[in-house]
């Protein structure tokens, strides 16, 4: 299957701090979506990209999505403590009729 | 309006038994998702159906089935469990076939 690699693994950063996060495929995909998930739930959609070259804003956070369509990035500005979790992209295959998830991003933010 | 709800919330089964998990859309979806997510992994997709039929699968054995209610609602059903079949179990509904996916709190499966 598609393999989709997020970058870093995991962060500890302090509560105020800028955070980066990125997402890279093999493959060309016409869809990218941030999700966040907190332990013991679901994940919850952040923001979803439609087109190439795309940036899109979400209170705090903005992601964009690759002019090369394998790639996208997520940015939170002054974080917060309730940024916890693990971010994950996720794609849908262009026929739409598979859907791949990234290997996570875990957000530590230290008071 | 209420988001998707998933039933049971826990579940614990011995080997080579069978589940069956249980998954009510956003009111107004027709598109329903499944996914397992085993523990430090990223969910990984199981089948979607949209408008009562099969229209993805991900790679998973036979074991694993699913079906969708005219009211939309689905099931997942896993026969002859194995202690690798231990995860969450997550459903997304969404409004159309290629639309975005929100997802329910998931089942915990375990298998002992």
């Known amino acids: 299957g598609q393999q989709l690699n997020q970058s870093p693994q995991s962060m500890f950063i302090q509560e105020g701090e800028d955070v980066s996060m990125n997402c890279t495929s093999s493959s060309i995909f016409n869809t990218w979506l941030w999700y966040k998930q907190d332990p013991g739930e679901g994940p919850v959609l952040l923001i979803a990209l439609y087109k190439a070259g795309e940036l899109t804003s979400n209170g705090r956070l903005t992601a964009q999505f690759g002019i090369t369509r394998k790639d996208s990035f997520l940015n939170i500005s002054a974080s917060i403590p309730s940024d916890v979790g693990i971010y994950f992209c996720a794609v849908s295959s262009n026929t739409g009729n598979q859907f791949y998830f990234g290997t996570g991003t875990s957000l530590t933010v230290i008071p | 309006d209420t988001g998707v709800t998933q039933s049971p919330t826990h579940l614990i089964k011995t080997r080579g038994q069978q589940v069956t998990l249980r998954c009510s859309p956003i009111s107004g979806h027709k598109s329903v998702s499944w996914y397992q997510q085993v523990l430090g992994q990223g969910p990984q997709f199981i089948f979607q159906y949209y408008e009562k039929e099969e229209r993805g699968r991900g790679n998973f054995p036979d074991r694993f089935s699913a079906r969708q209610f005219p009211n939309y609602s689905s099931e997942l059903n896993v026969n002859a469990l194995l202690l690798g079949d231990s995860a969450l179990y997550l459903c997304?509904?969404?409004?159309?076939?290629?639309?975005?996916?929100?997802f329910g709190p998931g089942t915990r499966l375990t298998v002992t």
């Open positions: 997304a509904s969404a409004s159309g076939p290629m639309g975005e996916q929100y």
